[in-house]
């Protein structure tokens, strides 16, 4: 069975409602909740290396990710991110990160809602990062894409290929 | 874009409570609603084939499975499948089905459950018959495994590696 | 503030899913957890006489109902039933009890899937409990009826004014 | 069977997720589909006056409501209202309509997430409404205040008794 690092670094995925303030905030991440409900098997080690939304990472964030990539033992990553840079954040892995397969994913609604998109998501992504080779890759809409080949449609909300 | 072909055969994954007789049972798939829930966007095409528990599947019924993997046009394909005779319906399909990815998935929860692995196990199904090489595997509990080197667990409802 | 005695019998209510067989089966009652969902802050008891599905409930299981709303220290009552024969136990109940509020809920949907009406069902009697007059009252589908004027339409699943 | 007109404000009961912005807005009201959800057969009257924040409610926005209340055929009304100023509306509503009974309730998570208490609330007001004398009444938390005995604790988020 392969071993698998998930690293967290908030995004929609994770965003819960703060009922005292009746906002949107961050709290802890729902990976373990949601590996229970789709009774995962697979043996992986979750670590929180920040908890933001995409828009506000700067590039000191995306170094802290890449250096995180680089150092883990584990040859299969799955990272969870914000849509919106999600794409930026793939191509600096791309950067500097050799010999290991990554996969970032993500999600539309936040898990807390009843109609999120992110376990589906994230069966994807666990799924796709024991069988690609090494690669820096983005899964969503039940897709997935090499790092160069795609971007967030910011009006559809939907993951394309770059043709 | 790869076009798969779901075939939808019933299970526990798609048990719905009859609230007038009070007990499981089918009705339509919910295939199409979990993947608009997933915000899916894989081209793929959906036949139910038959809506039964897989215990109660015969071999009249698994030989009406294979023969549509190997008439229809698509050369990957996702079947939704009772967990408790997977493993046999992944065996004849084994002996009957060449050339073609073959992925079957299900759930140990009902879908209409909130507290499904249902969307999990879709978003891993889909993800791996895109990947995997021409062949018959079972995906479930996050892993996925060659159709003669698994087993369901019967105490633990847990998919496991044949040693 | 009152002080509300819930006494649990089952019923679809209370009915989860087995995973391991496959089934519908009784575990323990969700109602602490729905009173959480409901931030509720009204001071209950509660109590599990029995689970069972109520085809199953005898005139021994309905004395014991009975004897258990005589006894308890409190003059509100909310019972949790399966609603085939809830408006049998309302019966044997108002031939019992005297001097008390009693009002018998349930649900169509067991809790545990997502589509349930039982959190509905449990707000409303909770709120009647507190308001109504002594008597034997079932409240079901945003309603309320006094013990003799209702039955169950077993076609619809609608509970009806006796006219 | 009681005639019950619900005006529909807004708050958090029917915040939903944006999902191209990231943030919480509101859309159409959830009312239907929770009726539904709570298979209610309360024959009811559905009118949307306004879809805010109620931190955002002006003192025209409470002279519209008051308005409407007491140009309604209906004498039994039930108002879903945010929470944060729930109880000023209440305070407006008692100056202004007389000889009808009006319960307004709220949600602290919007219904949208599957963690809401707003399904719990509007059985709880619907029930009250069909029972309680004319006046105006908060109901939140499983229990319900006249509209001077209350006010919302902000640290804790739950309607408390003003003694």
């Known amino acids: ?8 670094t908030g995004g929609t995925f994770d965003k819960t409602y703060d009922e005292i303030k009746g906002q949107l905030s961050f709290g802890e991440t729902h990976l373990p909740e949601m590996l229970r409900l789709g009774r995962s098997h697979v043996e992986v080690g979750i670590r929180t290396l920040m908890m933001i939304d995409s828009l506000d990472m700067t590039d000191v964030d995306r170094a802290l990710i890449v250096r995180n990539c ?26 500097g990160v050799a010999g290991k397969t990554v996969v970032l994913t993500g999600a539309m609604i936040p898990y807390a809602f009843g109609s999120s998109d992110g376990l589906f998501n994230l069966g994807s992504a666990l799924s796709l990062v024991q069988v690609l080779p090494p690669g ?8 997935y894409f090499e790092w160069n080949k795609v971007r967030k449609n910011r009006e559809t909300g939907v993951f394309e290929p770059i043709l």
Chains 1, 2, 3, 4 share one sequence.
């Open 1 to 8: 069975m392969t071993m698998i690092r998930i690293f967290v």
């Open 136 to 143: 820096v890759y983005v899964a969503m809409n039940g897709r």
């Open 70 to 95: 680089q150092q883990c033992a584990e040859s299969c990553i799955v990272i969870t991110h914000g849509t919106d840079t999600m794409v930026d954040t793939a191509a600096a892995l791309a950067r």
